[in-house]
């Protein structure tokens, strides 16, 4: 696909999404929104927290995205006896046919897939889950010295259950900044039930058929880095992110209900973010739009509410929403 140019590829990406979108319509019904945005983030080469009530379809959801994209998928359940090298692999010791002697030999983990879902992350201790992080961020993993490269595209998907927080570990604020999106799953609306439990109680398995392949995703991963983006974007994204800070904002809300803000990192997401989605609506550059569309998932696992905030029952979902409407 190297020979297209950029404003073809822009175009085709377009059509690729809105073809990924109606594969993955034939399982999932409704969550279009969470669908956009897990294909904004795969495209984006960011990775996602699903945080959702159990039997909402999520794993479902990412192994008919895999489908759709014909790539390796594999689910791990977090639990809290799981051990790094549960996901990582491990070395074991077997005799060389040929010479007789003992060796070493590396065991791939589940993380060696390009879709990981990592189910309920927060139920696992610290160690277990830095494992994960650290291969989310290096796209590697180490093991008695020697590096395996993970198969890009590598793209990982963290589910929270927001319900039980008994015997949970959650993840300190430095861990979930790794990812670039924290997307809430609602429950259906009574209509897409209805739909969900006629098509789900029959014995009628839809076909998911490849839309793209891996080197087609990471052409397209590059793409959308390359869309250019105009200053006055990129410093509305950057003003959205410091009014989150109640050091630097002018937003009286910000300072009576955040104890932190976003650091850059907020920023870089929001812009490659907004990027991604106008590539993937066929338009060449993005607009102040496509930010504030990404501004949610980007920031509400990066900003800390305060006493005040928990006492008057304000989420960081009112705060961004009371911060898009100030700016």
């Given amino acids: 696909m190297a020979h297209i140019s950029d404003a073809e590829a822009v175009r085709s990406l377009a059509e690729a999404s809105a073809s990924i979108r109606k ?13 956009d945005q897990l294909l904004i983030s795969l495209f984006s080469r960011g990775h996602c927290l699903l945080v959702g009530v159990p039997g909402l379809a999520k794993t479902l959801l990412i192994r008919t995205l895999a489908k759709s994209m014909n790539l390796t998928f594999n689910r791990i359940q977090f639990t809290p006896d799981l ?5 990582t692999g491990t070395e074991i010791i077997e005799d060389n046919m040929v010479t007789g002697q003992k060796q070493f ?12 879902l990592a189910d309920e ?19 590697s993993v180490t093991a008695s010295g020697t590096t395996y490269i993970l198969d890009e595209p590598f793209f990982v998907l963290a589910t929270q259950n927001p319900i039980e927080q008994e015997g949970t570990y959650p993840l300190p604020e430095a861990q979930l900044d790794r990812f670039m999106f924290n997307l809430w799953l609602d429950y259906p609306s009574e209509q897409e039930e209805q739909a969900i439990v006629h098509s789900t109680t029959t014995d009628i398995q839809p076909t998911i058929n490849p839309i793209l392949s891996a080197k087609d995703i990471m052409f397209y991963q590059d793409i959308a880095r390359k869309i250019p983006v105009s200053d006055n974007v990129v410093n509305y994204a950057v003003s959205l992110v410091r009014s989150t800070r ?19 990192r907020a920023s870089q997401f929001l812009v490659l973010g907004a990027k991604t989605r106008a590539a993937m609506r066929g338009a060449f550059t993005p607009e102040i739009d496509d930010i504030r569309a990404v501004a949610e998932p980007v920031l509400r696992h990066r900003i800390v509410t305060n006493f005040s905030a928990e006492a008057d029952n304000i989420s960081p979902s009112h705060i961004i929403q009371m911060l898009l409407k100030e700016l």
């Fill in 83 to 87: 051990m790094p090298s549960d996901i």
């Fill in 246 to 264: 109640p050091q630097t904002t002018k937003s009286k809300t910000v300072k009576d209900f955040l104890s932190y803000g976003a650091g850059p």
């Fill in 105 to 116: 030999r590396f065991v791939k983990g589940p993380v060696f897939a390009q879709i990981v």
């Fill in 23 to 35: 594969e993955i319509g034939k399982a999932i019904i409704g969550q279009h929104d969470i669908i």
């Fill in 121 to 139: 992350i927060n139920r696992t201790p610290p160690k277990t889950q830095a494992a994960l992080l650290e291969a989310m961020q290096e796209h």
